[in-house]
């Protein structure tokens, strides 16, 4: 079945960083598009950076341009989010997510990101 595991949470500092990792499988990972999402406490959960199948396309959320960095490793299985200069306002539950297309969308269980400023 398809598997989401996110890793790499934690708590850090304001103008620290961290990287998120998600491990794949239960699909052919190459045909889906990947993402990053995140819910903030009191808030509804948002895109912060997607890619593409090629991995040749990325869109990132307003307020994490130029700061949070998306890639993934088709040999792996693994889609990534570097995120630098990280500020309180990041803080919330990072989830990985697959685009499958006709099967639609599934999510890990999500990573704690505190940031304390």
């Known amino acids: 079945q398809v598997q989401l595991v996110e890793s790499g949470g934690g708590l850090v500092q304001s103008g620290g960083s961290l990287r998120l990792s998600c491990a794949a499988s239960g699909f052919t990972f190459r045909t889906a598009i990947m993402s990053w999402h995140r819910q903030g406490p009191g808030k509804e959960r948002e895109l912060v950076a997607d890619?593409?199948?090629?991995?040749?396309?990325?869109n990132y959320a307003d307020s994490v341009k130029g700061r949070f960095t998306i890639s993934r490793d088709d040999a792996k299985n693994t889609v990534d989010l570097q995120m630098n200069g990280l500020k309180s306002e990041d803080t919330g539950v990072y989830f990985c997510?697959?685009?499958?297309?006709?099967?639609?969308?599934?999510w890990g269980q999500g990573t704690q990101v505190t940031v304390s400023s």
């Open positions: 997510g697959a685009d499958l297309g006709w099967m639609g969308d599934w």
């Open positions: 890619i593409s199948r090629l991995g040749d396309s990325t």
